[in-house]
């Protein structure tokens, strides 16, 4: 069985702008992705089935991912965007399912880590739409700075019935060497059994340049002690991770921090975790 990449992206400059790519630090970002770009890489590494995540805040991105994921025979699901303030989510749910390739919807995600509010996802609105995320049989990818994560925690607390998937390990200060306050934090929300992590995005919360397996071990040490391996799963974060690391290095960084982990526990990460999340 071959690796799942439970995360990465892909965008076109020419259907929509990603308004987030500013700045001469993130000019390479500043051009097209495409599966196309990905596929040889991903099969490189060992990788044959990928999950393919949101990337904005508009709801014309979520079906034309879905489409993507219809005609491709490595998408395995699609982490989308819904307003969850909005009256109707059950609606939209609904909508976004009965499109080409809805069924290839596993969850929903917002850019939360951009909200000035430390505690948006507790907002009685937001619970709303996040029960009927779960009404729906659908996980809620969590991707949020430090601050913000005792707000995931509340917000899985008082919805055990919700899966949430932390990404990129709640985005650690790598970068400082800092490991406090994020690691209470993230172990706060370890303790919560509806909550999963993705080892991703650590090459880009690091030194760009200078990142060593080394530097990512401890707050990789701190996510496979909270959540265990059966609660972790792979994720490449491309194109994003290109900024500081190549495709084939994140894995095989990745790889060394499992390295001590037996064969059942690899495999959870590689493959079991994402295919228990994000299948139906």
Known sequence: MGIIDAHHHVWDLSVRDQDWITGPELASLRRDFALSDLEPQALATGVDRTVLVQTITVAEETPELLALAAESDRVAGVVGWTDLAASDVAGELDRLRALPGGEWLRGIRHQVQ??????????????????????????????????????????????????????????PPIASG???????????????????????????????????????????????????????????????????????????????????????????????????????
């Open 178 to 280: 800092q490991l406090e306050p994020w690691s209470r934090a993230v172990g706060e929300l370890a303790s919560l059994p509806n909550t999963v992590c993705k080892l991703s995005g650590m090459v880009t919360e690091a030194d760009w340049h200078t990142w060593t397996v080394d530097a990512l071990r401890p707050y990789a040490e701190t996510v496979l002690d909270a959540f265990g391996p059966r609660r972790l799963m792979f994720g490449s974060d491309w194109p994003v991770c290109t900024l500081a690391a190549s495709y084939a290095e994140v894995v095989d960084a990745t790889g060394a921090l499992l390295a001590g982990l037996g064969p059942d526990e690899k495999a959870a990460v590689w493959t079991g975790t994402a295919e228990r999340v994000y299948g139906r």
């Open 114 to 171: 951009g909200e000035p509010d430390p505690w948006w996802l507790t907002r009685p609105e937001v619970l709303r739409g996040l029960r009927t995320v779960a009404a729906a049989g659908l996980v809620y990818d969590v991707v949020v700075l430090p601050h913000q994560l005792p707000a995931a925690a509340s917000a899985a607390r008082r919805l055990p019935e919700l899966t949430f998937v932390l990404d990129h390990l709640g985005k």
